[in-house]
């Protein structure tokens, strides 16, 4: 997620709270609450090392028989996030572990990967203007930077999938509203523009990768957030039916969201964010994210008397 920081002095404002919740299905696009499971299980107040406004943009690996769930920690000091660490032995009762990734700009949407037995990170890194990749140096609390995969634009909520023998990495651009593609042989490799590039334009209503690339019934799902009427609030799914350097073409999976607004509680007002996994057939767990409305202290400032923060 990005956040502009605010500057002079600071003023209560009705801003959006985010917080982390588990939904189960028999697919990736019947997803509901956990049975059994509070919502929301990770909050801005859990947070135990970092002064947090709100926890959004999960994601979650199993390994080892253990569930590790990396999301945006936004930081009220610094006006900025930081990716934080939860951890389950069931993907369903979560505790708070730590920050595990800081770095002095905005990092968000911590899409991480296992591949050749390490483990990835791709968060959105907006700020620098890249798209970084990190590797877990001891998993899951150590990280370092690896690469620069691509650079030169406001690349936000990027998400990657291997597909016939490439790499393959969805991305937006500012504004919510143009969507792009680009491949490569390996993570190490050069990266190369796909032909129809920018596959989408003026499209807020599924530009911007809102989790995970999917694999399902034979089917290549990908996520989207619908930004038409107000940013997060609800996630479309769209199957991918063509996917080669050249041709790209994707088709709504289903006429409904698979997440919006409950109307209540810790989601009443949107929801924009879905990691799923398979457990076994017909059963899949998820993490996601909402949001409801609430008087915040910071975000709305007065401009400062000075020019400066």
């Not at 799923?276 to 059963?283: D, I, K, N, R, Y």
Request: charged content about 20%; overall charge neutral; hydrophobic content about 40%.
């Amino acid at each position: 997620m990005t956040v502009e920081a605010p500057r002079g002095v600071a003023l209560p404002s009705l801003e959006k709270r985010w917080s982390i919740g588990i939904y189960t299905g028999a697919d990736p696009l019947t997803l509901g609450p956990a049975a059994g499971v509070n919502n929301p299980i990770m909050t801005a107040g859990q947070v135990t090392d970092a002064p947090a406004r709100f926890v959004a943009d999960p994601f979650m690996l199993r390994h080892a028989s253990s569930w590790y769930m990396f999301f945006e920690v936004y930081r009220s000091d610094l006006r900025h996030g930081d990716i934080g660490l939860a951890t389950s032995p069931d993907g369903l009762a979560w505790t708070y572990r730590q920050i595990v990734l800081h770095e002095p700009f905005h990092v968000s949407f911590p899409y991480v990967f296992a591949w050749n037995s390490e483990h990835f990170m791709i968060p959105e890194t907006h700020d620098r203007r890249e798209v970084r990749l990190y590797r877990a140096r001891q998993f899951p609390a150590s990280w370092a930077f690896e690469r620069t995969l691509l650079s030169g634009a406001g690349f936000t909520d990027s998400s990657i999938v291997r597909h016939d023998g490439k790499w393959w990495l969805f991305t937006s651009l500012p504004g919510d509203a143009m969507f792009s593609i680009f491949h490569a042989d390996a993570l190490d490799s050069a990266w190369a523009p796909h032909a129809q590039n920018p596959i989408l334009r003026d499209a807020r209503d599924r530009s911007r990768s809102a989790g995970r690339i999917i694999a399902a019934g034979g089917r290549m799902l990908r996520l989207a957030q619908d930004c038409t009427e107000s940013y997060g609030l609800r996630v479309n799914a769209y199957e991918v039916t063509t996917l080669t350097p050249t041709e790209y073409a994707e088709r709504l999976a289903q006429s409904a969201p698979i997440l919006s607004g409950t109307g209540r509680g810790w989601n009443a007002r949107g929801m924009h964010h879905v990691d799923a996994h398979e457990l076994a057939p017909g059963q899949w767990i998820a993490c996601v994210d909402g949001f409801r409305k609430t008087w915040m202290l910071g975000y709305r400032r007065w401009p400062s008397p000075v020019g400066r923060p």
